[in-house]
């Protein structure tokens, strides 16, 4: 059977609510096995199933620093925890990562520096609702400043992910507001933005609508400079990042994505599993107006192949014809990283490409005090905080 009839035939199974069958099918032809797709007669009934949204829950990689083995020893091989297909299921949460259980929740020091606030608030409207947390600079006097929204990855907070980021921390330097929505159970059971459905890749309508709802009514409440609005995100926030930026152009000035997946990557459970494994067909963006952005991904990511960046840059350069400008570094005691900038005519960075070598599935330049992060990579943060800085609507 061809790949295509058995993406179509595990399609059709999703829908008729086999999962197992089309997640062993799946898996069979990522493997390159000769796959067969099951037949009416030889496939057991199943019983109609409520589809809830796909999970994927997968350990956060752990990356060994090779500079500290000597060469003469071997790499340890570890042994392979044998999975069903229902566990592989299991996996889909829109991709993210499987939460740390029992982690000690961060501390408010490492979430906010003093002195500053840290509020909740909610909004709603015909798509559902939505909570979030506000953080208000000491600096706030009334002036209009930039606001960055944070897109949590799967199993996260907002409190969580503003821990791992030490976004909070950048913005107090910069004088920025930044808001972190937060992605329910209810609408996923791993707290996935769910990325891959096409419901919520439209502008107007599904968690889009949610997020820019969110944006514009911070916008309404405090003093934000309207040309200075920015989206990042991590893993599957880092793909909702991307949806905001190709559906929501007149509202964010640049986007910065972290381990994600390009705007119509996928459009249903096959083709997300596809896409992650750096199958999947190339992502769409007809129609869709470039918006700066940065990209942050790593080489030994297993979760969400590094392919998935070159797509998200080459989405958002459009049909330009950019200068590229390549340039090589290394954190002391860590990653090296290639860092490709994609310049228009003009000399305006339209995209950064920061390629981490040896970097797994986290946030790069992160602090241990909030899940997946990676300390030994660049300052992603700070890279994209001055990224977006640099750009603003209407230039």
């Given at each position: 059977m061809l790949n295509q009839d058995i993406v179509r035939e595990a399609t059709r199974l999703t829908r008729a609510g086999q999962l197992v069958e089309a997640t062993a099918l799946l898996q069979r032809m990522l493997r390159g096995d000769s796959a067969r797709a099951p037949t009416a007669r030889s496939a057991a009934p199943a019983p109609p199933a409520r589809l809830e949204p796909p999970t994927i829950d997968v350990e956060p990689n752990v990356v060994e620093d090779r500079e500290s083995r000597p060469t003469s020893q071997p790499r340890p091989v570890q042994g392979r925890k044998r999975t069903s297909p229902l566990d592989e299921m299991r996996k889909f949460s829109g991709f993210g990562l499987q939460g740390p259980i029992g982690r000690t929740p961060p501390s408010t020091s490492d979430i906010v520096p003093e002195g500053t606030r840290f509020i909740a608030g909610t909004y709603g409207n015909a798509a559902g609702s939505r909570t979030y947390k506000l953080f208000i600079p000491s600096g706030c006097q009334g002036q209009q400043l930039p606001l960055i929204v944070m897109l949590h990855g799967c199993t996260q907070s907002p409190d969580d992910f503003a821990a791992g980021t030490r976004m909070n921390f950048l913005a107090e330097e910069q004088n920025c507001f930044v808001v972190y929505p937060e992605q329910p159970r209810g609408a996923n059971q791993s707290k996935c933005w769910n990325w891959f459905r096409t419901g919520d890749q439209r502008r107007g309508g599904g968690e889009p609508s949610m997020i820019a709802g969110i944006t514009r009514q911070i916008m309404r409440d405090h003093a934000i400079d309207p040309k200075r609005v920015y989206?990042?995100?991590?893993?599957?926030?880092?793909?909702?990042?991307?949806?905001?930026?190709?559906?929501?152009?007149?509202?964010?000035?640049?986007?910065?994505?972290?381990?994600?997946?390009?705007?119509?990557?996928?459009?249903?459970?096959?083709?997300?599993?596809?896409?992650?494994?750096?199958?999947?067909?190339?992502?769409?963006?007809?129609?869709?107006?470039?918006?700066?952005?940065?990209?942050?991904?790593?080489?030994?990511?297993?979760?969400?192949?590094?392919?998935?960046?070159?797509?998200?840059?080459?989405?958002?350069?459009?049909?330009?014809?950019?200068?590229?400008?390549?340039?090589?570094?290394?954190?002391?005691?860590?990653?090296?990283?290639?860092?490709?900038?994609?310049?228009?005519?003009?000399?305006?960075?339209?995209?950064?490409?920061?390629?981490?070598?040896?970097?797994?599935?986290?946030?790069?330049?992160?602090?241990?005090?909030?899940?997946?992060?990676?300390?030994?990579?660049?300052?992603?943060?700070?890279?994209?905080?001055?990224?977006?800085?640099?750009?603003?609507?209407?230039?």
């Open positions: 989206v990042a995100g991590l893993s599957a926030g880092g793909a909702a990042a991307a949806i905001m930026g190709a559906t929501y152009s007149d509202l964010y000035a640049a986007v910065g994505v972290h381990s994600g997946l390009a705007c119509g990557a996928a459009s249903d459970l096959p083709s997300a599993f596809a896409a992650m494994q750096g199958g999947g067909s190339k992502a769409i963006a007809d129609g869709k107006t470039s918006v700066p952005t940065i990209v942050f991904h790593g080489n030994r990511d297993t979760t969400v192949h590094p392919k998935n960046g070159d797509q998200i840059i080459e989405q958002s350069a459009g049909a330009m014809r950019p200068t590229t400008k390549v340039l090589r570094g290394r954190v002391p005691n860590g990653h090296a990283y290639t860092r490709t900038i994609l310049s228009d005519a003009g000399g305006r960075a339209i995209s950064e490409h920061w390629n981490i070598d040896g970097a797994g599935h986290a946030w790069s330049g992160g602090s241990p005090a909030g899940s997946y992060t990676d300390p030994q990579g660049p300052d992603a943060t700070r890279e994209m905080l001055r990224f977006f800085l640099e750009h603003s609507l209407g230039r």
